[in-house]
T-cell receptor
Framework: DAGVTQSPTHLIKTRGQQVTLRCSPK?????VSWYQQALGQGPQFIFQ???????QRGNFPDRFSGHQFPNYSSELNVNALLLGDSALYLC???????????????FGEGSRLTVL | LAKTTQPISMDSYEGQEVNITCSHN???????ITWYQQFPSQGPRFIIQ???TKVTNEVASLFIPADRKSSTLSLPRVSLSDTAVYYC????????????FGTGTRLTVIP
């Protein structure tokens, strides 16, 4: 049973560029959340996708956008990259039917983005 | 927003029991308390979750007093492989944007 997979694992971009990160949820999961984790900090919630729609959003600018596909996989897009966007981007999946009964999120290994 | 407060770091010797306390004064009635473990360059991993009193699983115990304003994660007989950052979260999963990770507690297990 494959867990949450993310790609790419590492990437380097320059300021002003755009990046797309990808996530495949754990088998059987239908909800995907994205987090940004700066060095030495805890993960910060970006947004959550369910049924191909953004359901909740954290305090991130519109430069951060996403998409969920019919197979539940998801993409995170960041436009006009800033140096401060350098971080580990984590994808977490869960099963909507368990909402409110368990807070168990299954995280991927993350995509480490470096902006120069 | 169920913000939590934890010690920034703790050290422990191998084989000892470690207790990490988390303060969550503004936890809501429907909020659960969940703990995650994170190793460097990996995503967090769920450890345990509870609502009140005591919960125990194969890796940890979680103690939550009646007022639910704090909780204590207990790791029995830690080993070097338990060196990690531990996050306490208060929130209802259905409201994902109120799952506030904070900076966590960095546990270092010493040989």
């Amino acid at each position: 049973d494959a867990g949450v997979t993310q790609s790419p694992t590492h990437l380097i971009k320059t300021r002003g560029q755009q990046v797309t990160l990808r996530c495949s949820p754990k088998s059987g999961h239908d909800t995907v959340s994205w987090y940004q984790q700066a060095l030495g900090q805890g993960p910060q919630f970006i947004f959550q996708y369910y049924e191909e729609e953004e359901r909740q959003r954290g305090n991130f600018p519109d430069r951060f956008s996403g998409h969920q596909f019919p197979n539940y996989s998801s993409e995170l897009n960041v436009n006009a990259l800033l140096l401060g966007d350098s971080a580990l981007y984590l994808c977490a999946s869960s099963l909507e039917g368990l909402a409110g009964h368990t807070g168990e999120l299954f995280f991927g290994e993350g995509s480490r983005l470096t902006v120069l | 927003l169920a913000k939590t407060t934890q010690p920034i770091s703790m050290d422990s010797y191998e084989g000892q029991e470690v207790n990490i306390t988390c303060s969550h004064n503004n936890i809501a009635t429907n909020d659960y308390i969940t703990w995650y473990q994170q190793f460097p360059s990996q995503g967090p991993r769920f450890i345990i979750q509870g609502y009140k009193t005591k919960v125990t699983n194969e890796v940890a115990s979680l103690f939550i007093p009646a007022d639910r304003k704090s909780s204590t994660l207990s790791l029995p007989r830690v080993s070097l492989s338990d060196t990690a950052v531990y996050y306490c979260l208060g929130g209802l999963w259905g409201g994902a944007n109120n799952l506030f990770f904070g900076t966590g507690t960095r546990l270092t297990v010493i040989p």
